[in-house]
Nanobody
Framework: QVQLVESGGGLVQAGGSLRLSCAAS????????MGWYRQAPGKQRELVAV???????NYADSVKGRFAISRDNAKNTVYLQMNSLKPEDTAVYYCNAKRLSFGTLYDAWGQGTQVTVSS
C-alpha cells in the first residue's frame, strides 16, 4: 500500500505561482511513475504532468512551458511548480502514484488540494 499526502494549494491571482508537494509513504520502493491530475467542477479528471522513476516527464499541452514536475526519490516526494497561472487552471489537484506489484499496476491517489486562480 502507498499513501499520498498533498500540500501547497491555495488562492492566487492570475499570473501568479504555486508549488504543490506530494509525499508518499508505505511501500514506496514499488512506486514507478508519479504524477498530478486535476478535476475542475463539471469536468473529468485529467492528467497534468507525470514523471517516471528515472525522471522522464510528460505534460498536458495546456500546461507546457508553465508547469514543471520534479521528483525527489530520496524523500519519496513529487512536486509541481505552477507558474503563469490562469483562471482555467482552477481545479482540485490530485497526486497519483503508480505502483507495480507482482506484475500488476496499481493506482494510489492523494486526497486532493484545491487550487483557485482569480482573474
Amino acid at each position: 500500500q502507498v499513501q499520498l499526502v498533498e500540500s501547497g494549494g491555495g488562492l492566487v491571482q492570475a499570473g501568479g505561482s504555486l508549488r504543490l508537494s506530494c509525499a508518499a509513504s508505505g511501500s514506496t520502493s514499488s512506486i514507478n511513475a508519479m504524477g498530478w491530475y486535476r478535476q475542475a467542477p463539471g469536468k473529468q479528471r485529467e492528467l497534468v504532468a507525470v514523471i517516471s522513476r528515472i525522471g522522464a516527464t510528460n505534460y498536458a499541452d495546456s500546461v507546457k512551458g508553465r508547469f514543471a514536475i520534479s521528483r525527489d526519490n530520496a524523500k519519496n516526494t513529487v512536486y509541481l511548480q505552477m507558474n503563469s497561472l490562469k483562471p482555467e487552471d482552477t481545479a482540485v489537484y490530485y497526486c497519483n502514484a503508480k505502483r507495480l506489484s507482482f506484475g500488476t499496476l496499481y493506482d494510489a491517489w492523494g486526497q486532493g488540494t484545491q487550487v483557485t486562480v482569480s482573474s
